[in-house]
């Protein structure tokens, strides 16, 4: 089986942009959360997504979103990108939530 | 609030040393107990889990970790490293009815020739 994708691996933007990442769950999977990685903050949860509804959520503010597709590929969301928000995001899949998350290769954001 | 505690932000040791890697939890309730390896520029890969049964667990590149309830502990150790193994390591929990992770500071575990 294929594992965990994301795409694109790799974004530049600027302060105020928005930016839209995408992951794609290893077949057969439901579950889909969203973490944030950052060399001071480690790493966080911001939001999970099983059957397209949002099941959980972190504590990030509301720039911060996602949504979940009927073949359960998922995107998130941040608009109006602030300087603190370069970090690397990792998607995770489960088959149906309460098991192991497996993790994709993260997508690396850079706001300048 | 959940926590995950992982004392040692780096730990240097020469090859074919054995290491261990401390993992604290709180928790009052059921968990779920991972632990994740995250190389250079890439995800974070399951190295080895603990969810019921055997409180000892072993993955197959030859770590393991045993499950303490009392002490709220899962270390994770290995008789003799390699090069290989250099890389950051981090421990996780999750609670019972949840898949939401909490994530350790992690351990940058630096092997040396």
């Known amino acids: 089986k294929a594992g965990v994708t994301q795409t694109p691996r790799y974004l530049i933007k600027t302060r105020g942009q928005q930016v839209t990442l995408s992951c794609s769950p290893i077949s057969g999977h439901r579950s889909v959360s969203w973490y944030q990685q950052t060399p001071g903050q480690g790493l966080q949860f911001l939001f999970e997504?099983?059957?397209?509804?949002?099941?959980n959520k972190g504590n990030f503010p509301g720039r911060f979103s996602g949504r979940q597709f009927s073949n359960s590929r998922s995107e998130m969301n941040v608009s109006t990108l602030e300087l603190g928000d370069s970090a690397l995001y990792l998607c995770?899949?489960?088959?149906?939530?309460?098991?192991?998350?497996?993790f994709g290769p993260g997508t690396r954001l850079t706001v300048l | 609030a959940q926590s995950v505690t992982q004392l040692d932000s780096q730990v240097p040791v020469f090859e074919e040393a054995p290491v261990e890697l401390r993992c604290n939890y709180s928790s009052s309730v059921s968990v779920y107990l991972f632990w994740y390896v995250q190389y250079p520029n890439q995800g974070l890969q399951l190295l080895l889990k603990?969810?019921?049964?055997?409180?000892l667990v072993e993955s197959i590149n030859g770590f393991e970790a045993e499950f303490n309830k009392s002490q709220t502990s899962f270390h994770l150790r290995k008789p003799s490293v390699h090069i290989s193994d250099t890389a950051e390591y981090f421990c996780a929990v999750s609670y019972s009815g949840y898949s939401t992770l909490t994530f350790g500071k992690g351990t940058m575990l630096l092997v040396s020739p």
């Open positions: 997504y099983f059957s397209e509804t949002q099941r």
């Open positions: 603990y969810l019921s049964g055997s409180t």
């Open positions: 995770a899949s489960t088959p149906g939530g309460l098991d192991t998350q497996y």
